[in-house]
């Protein structure tokens, strides 16, 4: 029984002695003070769990910093690190995106409608980000075609597009 009361007296004079300097290193790890205390109480519990097999006291500080670190990373990987409470909700109004979206659709379509080379050089060109060359490489057809068939499919999309609509096309 003695040697448990020693046992316990070493420990709690470690704890007096390093718990504010393994505090700090806990409110580093963890980002705010709540969650640094958890961290520390949790790592002192498990260093007082392996108290007697450390051996020395020169043991323990590493032992109990390496607990900290574990723990820390454990509880990041489980925890939800998704909302957090605050006093001022940075509220900023939504842009309106149902005319893009409804842009971009009616594109689409009359993507799809184009002839399958005029569709394909497009898609090659503006959605792949491809140059003429490498369009040309890859349809295995010249550079000329591609620059034509480009032309003609942007006309195409203009004019179905309709004049009046503020629709970006590359000329």
Sequence with gaps: MAGRDQSEEEFREFVAARSAALL???????GDWATAEDLLQTALTKTYLAWRRLGGIEAVEPYARRVLVNTSTSWWRRRWHGERPTDVLPERAGAD??????DRDLLWRHLRALPTRQRAVLVLRFYEDMSEAQTAA???ISTGTVKSQTSRALATLRQRMGAGRALELPP
């Design 138 to 140: 890859l349809l295995g």
């Design 24 to 30: 700090r290193t806990a409110y580093l790890l963890a």
């Design 97 to 102: 995106e149902i005319e893009r979206q409804l």
